[in-house]
């Protein structure tokens, strides 16, 4: 009998925990959609007063005519000689890392070994 009161009890609180999961899932739902009708309407279009009118499609591009690539002061012939290296895909990034984790370049500014 205790085992079966027990079942009850166990069946009504999965039965509330259920109920209580779907609120929240509805909830997360509703809030996704409207972040998602919000970006929609971000994304369609920015207005530069300078440029004129900017898509999301050339977004990228304008973005990246403003991108320097600029290796840490005394690291240039390091950086060289990582570019010619497969499989560093962003070897200014990794320069400046380096320099900011206490490494010491290698290379001269005209490539060779120091």
Request: glycine share 8%; no cysteine; hydrophobic share 30%.
């Amino acid at each position: 009998m205790k085992y079966i009161n027990w079942l009850k009890e166990q069946e009504t609180q999965s039965k509330e925990f259920i109920q209580v999961d779907r609120e929240k899932q509805q909830k997360s739902m509703q809030a996704q959609q409207q972040a998602a009708e919000k970006n929609k309407s971000l994304e369609k279009k920015v207005v530069n007063p300078g440029a004129g009118e900017v898509t999301k499609e050339n977004i990228l591009s304008l973005y990246l005519e403003f991108i320097q690539e600029v290796s840490p002061p005394g690291w240039e012939g390091s950086i060289k000689k990582m570019k010619k290296k497969r499989g560093i895909k962003n070897v200014w990034a990794l320069g400046w890392w380096m320099k900011k984790k206490g490494y010491s370049p290698h290379y001269t500014k005209s490539g060779r070994k120091k």
